[in-house]
């Protein structure tokens, strides 16, 4: 059966989400305790790949799974081989034509900033710290122009050529692209966050939108520079990537079809 899961991870350990041999991800721990829950062997896909110390809070999985699992049990089984720094919050039945990658036709990122002069020891592991003034108002009005349908060659690292020596596209259709100051709470640390959508996103891409996005709260760049950073196509005119531990996966939408559970019995984890 095609099992999909929702996981929340700290990026912090990790080599990033897919598996990499001879290095600690979240792929791989994932397949291994999968593995040995089910004793055969899996490979997940996800609906977004992380990089280096990102972090996620539903990042969708699919597998394979033999027919007669008890996807409780597999949820506990990895829970308990994967924490702290992994946990799979849900495990259900999918559609036998289910992808966490393919079938997704939006993903949904948040990244989010300590914008004051002293550091938190509380906050940084999952926040940039950045000390200066920032004009948020400008930067919501920057946002406000990578909305729609551009090329984003300016914003994402270089990809690999294909083997027919093209080039993949580096359209992308940003849907929602916001700043918001999220609320104090209980800690008494207000935290600027960065919530932005799209159908898909190239290499680095949104990091580097915030570290454009800084540099017109911050002044070195203006409103009016995005629309000229955007047609150069070159990845020199943007700003530089804002660090990895502020950036989280937050979560992955799908078209209603993709999400009905199949009426066979099996026994869900959510």
């Given amino acids: 059966m095609r099992v999909r899961g929702i996981v929340a991870y700290d990026g912090a350990p990790f080599h990033g989400f897919a598996a990499n041999l001879g290095v600690p991800t979240v792929a791989g721990g994932l397949d291994a305790a999968l593995s040995r829950a089910l004793r055969v062997p899996v490979s997940v896909a996800c609906a977004g790949r992380t990089d280096r110390g990102v972090h996620a809070v539903g990042q969708v999985i699919s597998f394979d799974a033999p027919d007669e699992a008890d996807l409780v049990r597999v949820r506990r089984s990895v829970n308990r081989q994967c924490r702290p720094s992994v946990v799979v919050t849900t495990l259900d039945c999918a559609p036998d034509d289910f992808d966490a990658r393919f079938s997704a036709i939006g993903r949904t990122y948040r990244y989010r900033i300590l914008n004051r002069l002293d550091t938190d020891p509380f906050t940084s ?47 992308r259709r940003i849907t929602g692209a916001s700043w918001r100051w999220l609320d104090p709470g209980l800690s008494g640390i207000g935290l600027l966050e960065f919530e932005v959508s799209a159908s898909a996103f190239c290499h680095q891409m949104v990091r580097t939108m915030v570290g454009t996005l800084v540099d017109v709260g911050s002044g070195r760049l203006t409103v009016d520079s995005i629309p000229g950073i955007l047609a150069a196509r070159d990845r020199r005119a943007s700003g530089e990537p804002a660090p990895p531990w502020g950036l989280t996966f937050w979560s992955a939408a799908y078209p209603p079809d993709a999400l009905s559970i199949p009426d066979d019995g099996h026994l869900l984890g959510g």
């Fill in 125 to 171: 592991p999952l926040a940039w710290h950045v000390p200066g003034r920032l004009d948020v108002d400008a930067m919501e009005a920057a946002a406000a122009l990578l909305v729609g349908l551009h090329d984003f060659t300016s914003f994402c690292r270089l990809p690999t050529v294909r083997s027919d020596g093209t080039m993949p596209t580096l359209v």
